[in-house]
């Protein structure tokens, strides 16, 4: 095993470094540890600071052959449980892997933090070691959602951070959510929609129909294409990339769609064992049914990302297995490697400044 303090020039030589908090999901360490090797094997160019218990997981790592050469062990006497309140480990948290993993974005010997831990606390450890960029009001989490575009998903923001957002933190959400598509996913001039009631311009809150305005204005700058109001019905279709809305909405989103898949899959599994001719329907459409469980397989887009932040933070979901692990790695190693903490703050400074260079007038 390495010792616990490689020197980061070692480590880091020609290497994209992730910061991995070990302990911190449902499955236990196993499964973040199997995560970190599949993701070593599909790519010689990673390498990781692993923080966690280290007795546990110097024996997970011995189960791998050449995983330990690629990783750097920091050991961490506590753990976040998820039941734990964020400001109890704002507080104590400092000997906790979580505090750790975020630790190592902060002095800059790693570029993404991924953690399957408490997303509240993650987001009070992130927010303390971190810091908000200079500009933003309120960080975001933006997640990948299921949809009818070329690239299979669409993005949306915020899904948790904050339950409030006015028209400015819209904007910003806007702004972010253009930046994680055009950086995370190659998309040129990504379409951003903002979340409403309806689709009219005379719906919705006050600072809906502001925030309207405000991003209706922004998009020639930075570069994307504001199609305007949506609904709840486009959040998978391919009118859009991004969705703006607040954190409250977009939980409840994210949570009932997930639900709504898991409902599904039960039904189709009791309707296919219903009858002895459904069993052999079941058997003849495998192949379909293989295809359409991989499309919308939530492990494949197992990741919300942390905007906002003077570092980038990967929230896995706590009961991702070792597949979910490694596609959150890998959306890791793809953000760090288009640079796009650095980017977001140079678009989201760069719209804050021109609005200060020509303040609205008041209505």
């Known amino acids: ?33 199997a995560g970190i090797s599949r993701s070593a094997s599909q790519n010689p160019n990673i390498g990781f600071i692993v923080s966690g218990d280290k007795p546990t997981l110097e024996g997970l790592f011995a189960k791998k052959p050449g995983l330990a050469e690629r990783c750097e ?47 509240g606390a993650l987001m009070a450890v992130s927010m303390i ?48 959510g253009a930046s994680y598509a055009r950086n995370g996913m190659g998309i040129a001039q990504p379409r951003v929609g903002l979340l409403n009631v309806g689709t009219e311009e005379h719906k919705g809150r006050a600072e809906l129909k502001v925030a309207h305005e405000l991003i209706s204005e922004a998009a020639a700058a930075a570069n994307f294409e504001f199609v305007g109001f949506v609904e709840g019905g486009d959040i998978p279709s391919d009118r859009v990339d991004v969705i703006v809305t607040d954190g409250f909405t977009g939980n409840v989103a994210l949570k009932t769609g997930e639900g709504t898949a898991s409902l599904i899959s039960d039904f189709l599994r009791e309707a296919f064992k219903a009858t002895p001719f459904a069993r052999i329907a079941s058997i003849l459409a495998l192949s379909s049914l293989t295809r359409l469980k991989k499309r ?42 288009s640079d796009f903490t650095h980017k977001l703050a140079l678009r989201v400074a760069s719209a804050s400044s021109a609005r200060q260079d020509n303040p609205q007038p008041e209505k």
């Not at 892997?97 to 831990?117: D, H, K, P």
């Open 73 to 119: 062990l920091r050991h961490a006497e506590e753990v976040v449980t998820m039941d734990a309140k964020p400001s109890h480990v704002m507080r104590y948290g400092k000997k906790t892997s979580m505090w750790s993993a975020v630790e190592a974005v902060n002095t800059g010997e790693a570029s993404v933090c991924v953690s399957c831990g408490n997303t």
């Open 296 to 337: 919308i397989d939530p492990r494949r887009v197992n990741g919300g990302v942390f905007l906002g932040l003077n570092g980038t933070v990967i929230k896995s979901h706590g009961s991702a297995d070792e597949t979910g692990i490694a596609a959150a790695i890998q959306l890791a190693v793809t953000l760090s490697q």
């Open 129 to 176: 070691r971190l810091r908000k960029l200079p500009s933003i009001n309120r960080p975001a989490i933006a997640c990948l959602w299921p949809s009818r575009n070329k690239g299979g998903f669409n993005i949306m923001l915020d899904v948790g951070a904050d339950i409030r957002a006015d028209q400015e933190d819209l904007l910003q959400y806007a702004l972010m």
């Open 1 to 33: 095993m390495t010792s616990d303090k490689n020197t980061p020039t070692t480590l880091s030589a020609k290497r994209t470094i992730i910061s991995v908090d070990a302990m911190g999901g449902d499955l236990g360490p196993a499964a973040v540890i």
